[in-house]
């Protein structure tokens, strides 16, 4: 499982390993989401400084994996 929770507003686009669209959306200020689906999921956040990714109780440091402000994350 999944948990997206962001601190201002943020694109989010996640696609599960069958390449089925899980969440293709602006994500409000404050908004929690949480989304299952077959591994890998691929996620893209957009303002990745304002969010936060756990996956499978771990949070996902998304800096790292920022360019532009936007984060591209398989997870598995």
Known sequence: EMCIETGA????EARDG???LLLSRLVA???ELSLDGT????????NAQAMT????????????RARDNVARVELQ
């Open 9 to 12: 507003s943020s694109w989010v």
């Open 18 to 20: 069958r390449g089925r």
């Open 29 to 31: 200020s404050g908004e």
């Open 39 to 46: 591994l890998p999921i691929r996620v893209t956040i957009g």
């Open 53 to 64: 990714l756990v996956f499978r109780g771990q949070p996902i440091d998304l800096q790292s």
